[in-house]
Each structure stands twice: as structure tokens, then as C-alpha cells.
């Protein structure tokens, strides 16, 4: 199971009751309903892989939200 999306969308005692009795085999997940600090046994579980929720902080991606945050208020204004 992969979470990329929101912390909150998956619930997390439900995750690891299903990784603990070997229903899941695993998780991917870089978001947590308790950010920005996530429960210890997540963090810790040896079926977890966790990665930063950063993928909005590429210079392209911040390029782009600039452009688009820019086209609004000329909308808005003009």
C-alpha cells in the first residue's frame, strides 16, 4: 500500500493491525495524520518505508504555482 496523498486518508491503526496479522506486506507512505511529528510504531514498523513529502518543492513545481498564483490576481485585479 502506497500513501502519497494526505495523512488521514489511510487509518493508520487499521495499517498496522493489517501489516501486523500479514494482511499488508507492506507500506509506503511520506504522510501521516499526526505531522509533523508521526506515531513511533509506524515510523519504526520493519514493513514501513517512509520517504519526505517534498514533491511540491522542486524548482518546477514552485515555478509553476508562482505562474499560477501570478495569473490569478492579474484575473482578479484586471
Not at 493508520?12 to 504522510?31: F, K, M, P, Q
Not at 513511533?40 to 508562482?66: M, R, Y
Amino acid at each position: 500500500m502506497i500513501n502519497a496523498a494526505r495523512g488521514g486518508v489511510v487509518d493508520e491503526d487499521a495499517l498496522l493491525a493489517a501489516l501486523n496479522d500479514g494482511t499488508l506486506a507492506g507500506a509506503g507512505i511520506d504522510v501521516f495524520v499526526s505531522e509533523p511529528t508521526p506515531r513511533t510504531d509506524i515510523l519504526e514498523h520493519p514493513n514501513v518505508s517512509l520517504t519526505p513529502h517534498i514533491g511540491a518543492s522542486t524548482f518546477e513545481a514552485q515555478e509553476k504555482v508562482g505562474s499560477e498564483l501570478a495569473g490569478q490576481i492579474i484575473e482578479i485585479l484586471g
